[in-house]
């Protein structure tokens, strides 16, 4: 769930695509965002056979909400340090437990083995890894995903950013 940019990990995801095809795990691999030279790009490769049938290109879709109904588990591999980290804490509230690069903003949300992994940058075979864990226990997927959301709940909810706001303004004075 991106802009399907390269600098939002996009080749890392098709590497990551290629290496559970290849080590016959029978996970779907959804690229969700809009249409653009990039995607078209994998899609012209993906005709040609080059991309493995597991990536899966749905386009662009209108809400966060519709795009979580289709995942079992959100993956982000930005190559750039992310600020925050909106779908991941998106991903989090609907309960999905995340695989992401222990970079940027991101372990500041996600936390190891309670609501998803974090892996080193670029560690594109753990994040094969890990996503087969996950898929191979339906218990494990929703533990991490309940977890995510209790904290995404707890940290992030409007009464909390009220509270955090109100703390940081009262200090301004």
Same mark, same amino acid.
Do not use: W
């Given at each position: 769930?991106?802009?399907?940019?390269?600098?939002?990990?996009?080749?890392?995801?098709?590497?990551?695509?290629?290496?559970?095809?290849?080590?016959?795990?029978?996970?779907?691999? +959804?690229?969700?965002?809009? #249409? %653009?030279? @990039? /995607?078209?790009?994998? &899609? *012209?490769?993906?005709?040609?056979? !080059?991309?493995?049938?597991?990536?899966?290109?749905?386009?662009?879709?209108?809400?966060?909400?519709?795009?979580?109904?289709?995942?079992?588990?959100?993956?982000?591999?930005?190559?750039?340090?992310?600020?925050?980290?909106?779908?991941?804490?998106?991903?989090?509230?609907?309960?999905?437990?995340?695989?992401?690069?222990?970079?940027?903003?991101?372990?500041? +949300?996600?936390?190891?083995? #309670? %609501?998803? @992994? /974090?892996?080193?940058? &670029? *560690?594109?075979?753990?994040?094969? !890894?890990?996503?087969?864990?996950?898929?191979?226990?339906?218990?494990?997927?929703?533990?991490?995903?309940?977890?995510?959301?209790?904290?995404?709940?707890?940290?992030?909810?409007?009464?909390?950013?009220?509270?955090?706001?109100?703390?940081?303004?009262?200090?301004?004075?």
């Amino acid at each position: 769930v991106s802009s399907n940019l390269p600098k939002k990990g996009l080749h890392d995801f098709v590497k990551l695509a290629q290496r559970l095809e290849h080590r016959g795990a029978q996970i779907d691999c +959804l690229l969700i965002g809009p #249409e %653009n030279t @990039y /995607l078209h790009d994998l &899609k *012209a490769q993906q005709a040609r056979g !080059e991309l493995p049938q597991n990536l899966v290109m749905p386009g662009y879709l209108e809400t966060p909400q519709q795009a979580l109904a289709l995942l079992d588990v959100v993956v982000n591999l930005s190559h750039f340090e992310e600020s925050f980290g909106r779908t991941v804490l998106e991903a989090m509230a609907a309960a999905r437990p995340v695989v992401c690069y222990a970079h940027g903003a991101l372990p500041e +949300l996600v936390v190891e083995d #309670e %609501n998803g @992994y /974090l892996v080193p940058f &670029k *560690a594109v075979n753990l994040v094969a !890894e890990k996503l087969i864990l996950l898929a191979q226990d339906a218990g494990l997927r929703k533990r991490m995903g309940l977890a995510g959301q209790a904290r995404a709940l707890e940290r992030y909810s409007i009464a909390n950013m009220h509270k955090a706001l109100a703390g940081a303004l009262e200090g301004c004075r």
